[in-house]
């Protein structure tokens, strides 16, 4: 298989190098206090990316990795730490395995401010297993599988293009690990997950709206113990408080 470098884009080492850290994080900052004003986030995002004069990557960056300090508070109530033996979890299939492809990749993350790593590689409704999409579902089942869980269910978009491909690979590398594995491909996995428990998902809406997560690939990274292309907006936006 053809090596594959998931959510590359060869701009980013000058948009998101060093030189345009300070201007980025500044921008982060108004961000943040725009949000925490009622601001809605795309009127804010736009403006501010106006200002900074930031590119559309840039500002998908921001978009993606500031929030409000009200949703922050949501989400860290929902989180679990520790995720339960013998539990079930529920997985957004696409989501958390397009990261771990783009880490693996040493393509650039965002650790967030709400403690999720997310990616800046858009699906846009297409998608195609490469050489590192089965190494992310193995990550997927050791990290679940120390956790001692007795049930993953992977919910995947029906109309994503290989969806197919991916539920047959994902039940093909999870087959031998100690713990039920099933697959689910439908037309509304947002709208599942935000009722469940459990949730292993970076998406911010479903956050928001789920019963409580687990942020699987900030454990996988963490166990992993590799240097990866961070643009670290965890630590440059939240020491200006509301």
Excluded at 84 to 104: K, M, Q, R, W, Y
Excluded at 183 to 207: F, G, P, Q
Aim: glycine residues 6%.
């Amino acid at each position: 298989m053809t090596t594959i470098k998931r959510g590359y884009s060869p701009n980013d080492e000058k948009e998101f190098g060093s030189r345009s850290l300070e201007n980025l994080h500044r921008a982060g900052r108004d961000l943040y206090y725009l949000l925490n004003q009622g601001y809605p986030i795309k009127g804010a995002s736009t403006f501010v990316g106006n200002h900074y004069l930031l590119s559309e990557r840039q500002r998908l960056a921001l978009v993606r990795a500031v929030s409000s300090e009200a949703d922050l508070q949501i989400r860290r109530n929902k989180e679990v730490k520790n995720i339960p033996h013998g539990s079930t979890v529920n997985i957004d299939g696409f989501n958390t395995i397009i990261t771990l492809e783009v880490a693996l990749s040493d393509s650039l993350l965002l650790r967030c401010m709400d403690g999720t790593i997310r990616d800046l590689a858009a699906l846009r409704g297409t998608y195609r297993l490469i050489d590192k999409t089965e190494t992310a579902i193995m990550l997927i089942g050791k990290t679940l599988e120390q956790n001692r869980v007795d049930k993953a269910v992977f919910y995947l978009d029906a109309p994503v293009s290989n969806s197919g491909r991916l539920k047959q690979k994902i039940i093909e590398t999870l087959l031998s690990f100690d713990m039920k594995v099933k697959v689910e491909v439908i037309h509304n996995v947002d709208s599942v997950l935000e009722k469940l428990e459990h949730v292993i998902t970076s998406d911010a809406i479903i956050l928001d709206k789920c019963i409580s997560w687990i942020n699987l690939n900030g454990m996988i990274m963490k166990e992993l113990n590799r240097e990866y292309p961070y643009v670290d907006f965890d630590c440059g936006c939240k020491h200006i408080r509301p």
